[in-house]
């Protein structure tokens, strides 16, 4: 199986993902895209590892993904969804300061694969919050905010409690759903992982490759990343929502990954 038709499946995975809302039946699918992708990425290491002196070997690249319009309400939501994918595949990231462009380095493989779950997850996260929104469970709660008033020439700061905002109860299940999905996929990378390690026959090859491979894009990354500060994510200024947080880790624990039933059942290794 080639790259290209790795990729294929895993789309046809995560669209057959998004068309049911059936809960029970996406817990049974968890994972599958994503251990597929881990197995396809070492595999495409391995035959890089064995490329000869006359092939052209594939090297790191840097691509630009783009998140949103800047000034877009939500963008930090949808950039840390792309971040949590990006750490379970190989991608190293830089964020724009304003969260509307992510520069992705990692092999064009890893940042595809990054793009498909990537627009999969971030569509049934905005479906999944704006049902969540339309429950209106997230009114009974109430949460603390910062309040600065002008008394007397003076400038006074008070904390309040007050009834939890639909933006804020957004923010909250959607920054919960990002952590969430970014725990499923790292734990289906490392099972993924021991499994090709596992093979007395290849275990040690397979462990030098990936080794290598974490080399070379570290050496590519800190060669070509220009960032400088540091992201930092939803702002807790926006608040904070415990039955939001609940809801949103609730709705990515059963969130879609893949269909399992279309993977081979062993697992092939890709051709150069």
Known sequence: ????????????????AESTDNEHESAAFM?????????????????????????QRVTPTQRLVHIGEPGKRGLRTYAQLFLVIAAANDVQCDIAQTSAVVYAYGFAADIDVCEALYTSLLVQMVRASDTYIKSGTYRSETTVRTVVERRGGRRVTSRVRRPVAAVTARLNFQTAYAARIGQRLADAKQEAQTEAVSAPETSAETALVLRGKE?????????????????????????????????????????????????????????S
């Open 1 to 16: 199986m080639s790259s290209e038709k790795m990729l294929t499946r895993i789309g046809g995975l995560l669209r057959q």
């Open 31 to 55: 994972a599958a895209a994503q251990r597929l992708a881990t197995a396809s990425s070492i595999d495409l290491a391995v035959a890089r590892a064995h490329a000869t002196g006359r092939e």
């Open 215 to 271: 080399l070379e894009l570290r050496d590519y990354y800190r060669e070509h990343s220009t960032a400088r500060g540091t992201w930092r994510g939803v702002k807790a200024t926006a608040g904070h929502s415990s039955d939001a947080r609940r809801a949103g880790d609730r709705a990515a624990r059963t969130a879609r990954l893949g269909n399992s039933p279309e993977l081979p059942s062993p697992r092939g290794r890709i051709g």
